[in-house]
C-alpha cells in the first residue's frame, strides 16, 4: 500500500536555527498538503501544492513539491518558539473516494 | 476554533467496554473522517462518511463502526475495547475550493482504556 514516510522523526533546534522536514513517497502524488499539529493540539491546514516543482511561501515557511511529485518539504526559516510542534505531510482527498494518507509526521522542538 | 466538535473531550472507560465518540462537522461540510492517534504516533485515518454513505474505509477495526446522520453529525462507536486503544480520536470535516479540499479537525476526543 501507499506510504507516506517523513524524515526526520524528531529535531530539535536552537532558537534562530532553520529546519527542514521532508516528506517522500512511494507512489506519485495528486497533490500534497502540509498540517501542523501543536503539542496537545489538532492538526491545523497549512497549505496544498498541486504542480510539480511548486514552490510556496508563508512568511519564515518554505514549501516545495517535488518535480516527480514524489516527495515535497517544509523549510522554516529562523525558527522561533512558536514553531513547535509535529508537522504532517498529507496526501489528501481528491473527490473524497480514497483513503488520506498522513504521512509519519516530524516533531519540531525549539530550544530558546 | 475549527468549527468542528467533538464530545466527549475525554472518556475513561474499561477493557470489553463499549464507547461512541460524537463529531459535528462544520456548518455546511457534507464529509466527516475519522483518525486514530495514538500517543506520539501519526494519524491513521480509520473512515469517511459523505452525506450520509461511507465513502472509503481505511485501517479500522472490526470493532469499531461509524455512521453519519441526516443531520451529518457522525458516531464512531468503539467496542470490545483493548488497552491498546487508548488514542486520541480526531474527526476532521472539509471544506473544498476547486482542486483544494482542506481538512478542518476537531479538538479530539482522548480516550483512554484501564
Known amino acids: 500500500g501507499q506510504q507516506v514516510m517523513q524524515i526526520p522523526q524528531y529535531q530539535h533546534v536552537q532558537e534562530g536555527e532553520d529546519f527542514t522536514t521532508y516528506c517522500n513517497s512511494s507512489t506519485t502524488l495528486s497533490n500534497i498538503q502540509w498540517y501542523k499539529q501543536r503539542p496537545g493540539g489538532h492538526p491545523v491546514f497549512l497549505i496544498q501544492l498541486v504542480k510539480s516543482g511548486e514552490v510556496k511561501k508563508q512568511k519564515r515557511l518554505t514549501f516545495q513539491f517535488g518535480e516527480a511529485k514524489k516527495n515535497s518539504s517544509l523549510h522554516i526559516t529562523a525558527t522561533q518558539t512558536t514553531d513547535v510542534g509535529t508537522y504532517f505531510c498529507?496526501?489528501?482527498?481528491?473527490?473524497?473516494?480514497?483513503?488520506?494518507?498522513f504521512g509519519t509526521g516530524t516533531k519540531l522542538q525549539v530550544i530558546p | 476554533d475549527s468549527g468542528v466538535t467533538q464530545t466527549p473531550k475525554h472518556l475513561i472507560t474499561a477493557t470489553g467496554q463499549r464507547v461512541t465518540l460524537r463529531c459535528s462537522p462544520r456548518?455546511?461540510?457534507?464529509?466527516v473522517y475519522w483518525y486514530q492517534q495514538s500517543l506520539d504516533q501519526g494519524l491513521q485515518f480509520l473512515i469517511q462518511?459523505?452525506?450520509?454513505?461511507?465513502?472509503a474505509k481505511g485501517n479500522i477495526l472490526e470493532r469499531f463502526s461509524a455512521q453519519q446522520f441526516p443531520d451529518l453529525h457522525s458516531e464512531l462507536n468503539l467496542s470490545s475495547l483493548e488497552l491498546g486503544d487508548s488514542a486520541l480520536y480526531f474527526c476532521?470535516?472539509?471544506?473544498?475550493?476547486?482542486?483544494?479540499?482542506?481538512?478542518?479537525f476537531g479538538p479530539g476526543t482522548r480516550l483512554l482504556v484501564l
Open positions: 462518511y459523505y452525506n450520509g454513505e461511507e465513502r
Open positions: 476532521a470535516s472539509t471544506f473544498s475550493q476547486g482542486v483544494q479540499e482542506t481538512q478542518y
Open positions: 456548518s455546511g461540510d457534507l464529509s
Open positions: 498529507a496526501e489528501p482527498v481528491s473527490g473524497g473516494y480514497q483513503k488520506v494518507t
